[in-house]
């Protein structure tokens, strides 16, 4: 079974700027992988954030961009707020099933 | 606005049956893809399955052997059963909307006892 792979953790200071990946143990992530990004703050469901590779749902900050970086999926935050502070997961296609990432704990500080 | 809510047995019994069912409100449970993801505590997202088009199913290979997916359309719900539980398969369990997972439930925490 396929294995995506992120960062455990990362720290950025307010108004920092933060990219995090998401690799996967078949090759280079694509677009037809279909990567989404989604948010998880401490006793919280996840809340999606970024949907096949780069688009933003309704409620998404535009501080928050998705693409593909050197053969990963990337997930940007631009001018980071205090509030940006929680676990982040990607999750990408594999065939009919899906894979989340391990999870990256961001720390703003 | 579309809402999701798990309900079930928050304690299930190792070897039994799981069973939960995610009731949805706000919209037609007859279109999307619909799915069912856990998380152990203080884990990360593990995604078990979904079923689409009023019953096509696809499942974790992990998890396959154990899982069925069911939707009742006449109810506005689909259910998930995961059999030969384990004190592992105690997590907090989510369903969630779509092929882009929009919309989630609050999650309802099962445990498995020995």
């Known amino acids: 079974q396929t294995v995506v792979t992120q960062e455990p953790s990362l720290t950025v200071s307010p108004g920092g700027t933060v990219t995090l990946t998401c690799a996967s143990s078949t090759g280079a992530v694509t677009s037809g992988h279909y990567p989404n990004w989604f948010q998880q703050k401490p006793g919280q469901p996840p809340r999606a954030l970024i949907y096949?590779?780069?688009n933003r749902h309704s409620w998404t900050p535009a501080r928050f961009s998705g693409s593909l970086l050197g053969g990963k999926a990337a997930l940007t935050l631009s001018g980071v707020q205090p509030e940006d502070e929680a676990e982040y997961y990607c999750l990408l296609y594999d065939g009919g099933a899906r894979v989340f990432g391990g999870g990256t704990k961001l720390t703003v500080l | 606005q579309v809402q999701l809510q798990e309900s079930g047995p928050g304690l299930v019994k190792a070897s039994e049956t799981l069973s939960l069912t995610c009731t949805v409100s706000?919209?037609?449970?007859?279109?999307?893809?619909w799915s069912w993801i856990r998380q152990s505590p203080g884990k990360g997202l593990e995604w078990i399955g979904h079923t689409y088009n009023s019953g096509s199913t696809n499942y974790n290979p992990s998890l396959k052997s154990r899982v069925t997916i069911s939707v009742d359309t006449s109810k506005n719900q689909f259910s998930l059963k995961l059999n030969s539980v384990t004190a592992a398969d105690t997590a907090v369990y989510y369903c969630?909307?779509?092929?882009?997972?929009?919309?989630w439930g609050q999650g309802t925490l099962v445990t498995v006892s020995s």
């Open positions: 969630a909307r779509g092929a882009v997972f929009d919309f």
């Open positions: 096949y590779t780069n």
């Open positions: 706000g919209g037609s449970i007859s279109s999307y893809y």
